[in-house]
């Protein structure tokens, strides 16, 4: 019996463990993502920090990631830049793989 109550035990351990780094990730792809926009809008400093955490707010409102994606999207264009919400996807993607090997050395 033992055993058994041994390997549920680390197997709720390692599922905690997989979710926090995954919400750790997408906090942290969120943020490059955030500060890759401000970028592109010419945002520095406090303006380019207060962009990412609607960023990083907009995760935790309905429809998570899309929603992080149609923020961008919308305040790129509102800032004159022509971009695609593919374009957005596809840094989203590349700042998700950057975001995991940070927290891997970590």
Do not use: C
Request: charged residues 35%.
């Amino acid at each position: 019996m033992t055993s058994f109550a041994d390997r549920e035990k680390e197997f709720e351990a390692r599922f905690k463990h997989d979710q926090e780094f995954k919400f750790k990730v997408t906090s942290r792809r969120n943020r490059l993502l955030a500060l890759w926009a401000a970028q592109k809008m010419r945002l520095t400093g406090a303006d380019a920090e207060a962009y990412g955490k609607e960023v990083l707010a907009a995760q935790f409102e309905p429809g998570g990631d899309k929603r992080v994606l149609d923020k961008i999207v919308n305040d790129l264009t509102a800032k004159g830049q022509t971009i695609t919400p593919a374009q957005v996807r596809f840094e989203l993607d590349h700042f998700a793989e950057q975001a995991k090997q940070q927290l891997m050395k970590e």
